[in-house]
């Protein structure tokens, strides 16, 4: 079980840390967030809870999902995500960025960017070909598969294709500062996505079991 919560990204700036160093940040609006629903063994097989984040006009929510926000006693929200685990929270609970504090470590989920169809030298980073002026295939895919056996191109090649835009996790980020009065999560280094994705930040799991492990 590892608690979490969901945010948006707004966006990256460097601070100077207490030796007066400059360290590169990303600044995240964590929360607050609404937890939606709980979800137990008895009734659906599986403990956890839904939490919502980021709110949405009544009238663009459907009459389905307002029923849904009803029972939370809940306005509409955007974006919902569901956390495994047995949390002690109820319905309309709400769920801050205090959960954190600085220094612990987080696992942050979010879509890459999206960056169209790509040559096989950007996506998958390939070498290419001789630069020298005879070289046909400077950057091309070159041969792909004999014309005999097997005859065809084997599963999971690498090839040019669509990059990017895919649910990426980056581990064991640091919290460099916590703003619990403007709910902003500041942690260092990079995250996925553009500025205004949502994340999923939950609680980092490697550190965690480092530390229980002694």
């Not at 700036?13 to 609006?29: A, C, D, R, W």
């Not at 070159?142 to 669509?162: A, E, I």
């Not at 500025?195 to 002694?214: H, M, T």
Request: charged letters at 25%; glycine letters at 14%; hydrophobic letters at 30%.
């Amino acid at each position: 079980m590892r608690e979490g919560i969901v945010g948006r990204k707004i966006g990256m700036t460097q601070i100077f840390n207490e030796k007066g160093h400059i360290v590169p940040v990303t600044v995240i609006e964590a929360g607050p967030c609404v937890v939606l629903q709980r979800k137990t063994k008895e009734k659906d097989g599986y403990e956890a809870i839904q939490i919502g984040f980021d709110s949405l006009k009544e009238s663009r929510a459907s009459k389905q999902s307002m029923g849904h926000f009803n029972k939370a006693n809940a306005k509409p929200l955007i974006f919902l995500k569901e956390l495994r685990g047995a949390f002690e929270y109820n319905p309309g609970d709400e769920i801050k960025v205090g959960i954190f504090s600085e220094g612990e470590y987080v696992d942050i989920t979010g879509i890459s960017k999206g960056k169209g169809f790509q040559g096989g030298m950007k996506r998958h980073n390939w070498s290419g070909g001789k630069a020298s002026h005879g070289s046909m295939s400077h950057r091309r895919i070159g041969s792909n598969g004999s014309g005999t056996s097997p005859g065809r191109v084997y599963k999971g090649k690498n090839m040019p294709g669509r990059m990017g835009f895919e649910k990426v996790t980056v581990q064991n980020l640091q919290v460099a500062k916590i703003d619990s009065e403007n709910e902003l999560l500041i942690v260092r280094g990079g995250i996925p996505g553009r500025n205004g994705n949502y994340l999923l930040i939950r609680k980092s799991i490697k550190k965690d079991a480092k530390k229980n492990n002694g």
